[in-house]
């Protein structure tokens, strides 16, 4: 068995799985919808450098949770950043099963 065979047999069955390709039709959407792609992108800045000053032990500055938590709600209230939003969760729910399945066989061995 070649682990790099397998490595790219997984990333065809991920590419051919429900939560990718629901993710990849979502995706191509929001592409093509400029206002949602900006508000996503600036969501997902936002939300890395929260992460950021977690990390570092740093507590956000309250602008910048205030306006994470606007553009959060505002995110949730257009349809189609929700579904985006949702396809993303599913697809990194499936991703971290899949390192916590590597991960586990690892440990066992």
């Known amino acids: 068995m070649n682990v790099y065979d397998e490595a790219h047999s997984l990333a065809r069955a991920i ?5 990718f390709k629901e993710f990849d039709r979502i995706r191509k959407e929001v592409d093509n919808d400029k ?3 900006e508000m996503l992108k600036e969501l997902t800045e936002l939300q890395m450098q929260l992460q950021t000053l977690q ?3 740093q507590q ?3 602008d910048l949770f205030a306006r994470f938590q606007s553009l959060s709600t ?12 949702q ?4 697809i990194g729910t499936m ?4 390192f916590s399945i590597v991960g586990e066989a690892i440990a066992d061995k």
């Open 15 to 19: 590419r051919e799985s429900n939560e």
């Open 35 to 37: 206002e949602c792609a």
């Open 55 to 57: 990390l570092t032990g």
């Open 60 to 62: 956000p500055d309250k």
């Open 74 to 85: 505002m995110v949730m209230t257009k349809p189609l950043a929700a579904q985006y939003m």
């Open 87 to 90: 396809a993303q969760m599913a």
């Open 95 to 98: 991703m971290n099963d899949v």
